[in-house]
């Protein structure tokens, strides 16, 4: 099946630096891709539809100017956390939608820990 | 009321047994639809598109009732590593692609 894949798988940081998150859909093109956030025992949610060539759409509450998306291809795109707090401490997931259909396959996500 | 409504759970069942998940969603124009299933701290797994003429695999059995907007997901002798947090999924195009994902079901399969 298609792979999606996501890097780092984890990262620790201190406070107030930016980290840059990884999303490579490996064997498909990908014009559009999510990024979700999730915390301990709570659902996915989305934060932003990535599309490449063109800005990121942002969910209601998500700061664009603190979580800065980049979808420079087909088959990458960037989540990048700027400025971060310990409350940005999550499970980080990405996923990409097939050009050819409708399906998503996700990344295998990314564990933030901001120190 | 939410774009796709899933009862949380969880869903406690013996080992073989038989147990059903049901997912609404609101919008009419909804496209396609999945079930995918979550690991506890790993990335959701498709598990199966839905079709309206169903769909199974193997133990599975994926429905669509789109009169009713309504998609379902049975699972028939359920083995201990069914035990995960079943998600139901929908898309849409509404001037873009859109992804809607349910809040997710919790099975826990016991011995």
């Known amino acids: 099946g298609a792979v999606v894949s996501q890097h780092p798988s984890w990262v620790i940081c201190k406070s107030g630096t930016s980290v840059k998150i990884e999303c490579r859909s490996l064997?498909?093109?990908?014009?559009?891709m999510f990024w979700y956030r999730q915390f301990p025992k709570q659902s996915l949610m989305l934060m932003a539809t990535?599309?490449?060539?063109?800005?990121?759409?942002?969910e209601q509450g998500v700061e664009k100017d603190k979580f800065l998306i980049n979808h420079a291809s087909l088959t990458l795109s960037t989540l990048t956390v700027t400025s971060a707090h310990p409350e940005d401490s999550s499970f980080y997931i990405c996923?990409?939608?097939?050009?050819?259909?409708?399906?998503?396959?996700f990344g295998e996500g990314s564990w933030l820990t901001v120190v | 009321r939410k774009e796709v409504e899933q009862d949380p759970g969880p869903f406690n069942v013996p080992e073989g047994a038989t147990v059903a998940f049901n997912c609404t969603y609101s919008?009419?124009?909804?496209?396609?639809f999945f079930w995918y299933r979550q690991d506890c701290r790993k990335e959701p797994k498709l598990l199966m598109s839905?079709?309206?003429s169903g769909n199974e695999d193997g133990r599975f059995t994926a429905q669509l009732n789109r009169a009713s907007q309504y998609i379902s997901l049975l699972i028939r002798d359920s083995k201990l590593s069914d035990s995960a947090t079943y998600l139901c999924?929908?898309?849409?195009?509404?001037?873009?692609?859109?992804?809607?994902f349910g809040a997710g079901t919790r099975l826990f399969v016991k011995a």
């Open positions: 996923s990409a939608r097939q050009n050819s259909g409708n399906t998503i396959y």
């Open positions: 064997d498909f093109q990908a014009t559009t």
């Open positions: 990535s599309n490449e060539g063109s800005k990121a759409t942002y």
């Open positions: 919008n009419s124009a909804s496209q396609s």
């Open positions: 839905v079709y309206s």
């Open positions: 999924v929908v898309t849409l195009y509404t001037g873009g692609f859109k992804t809607i």
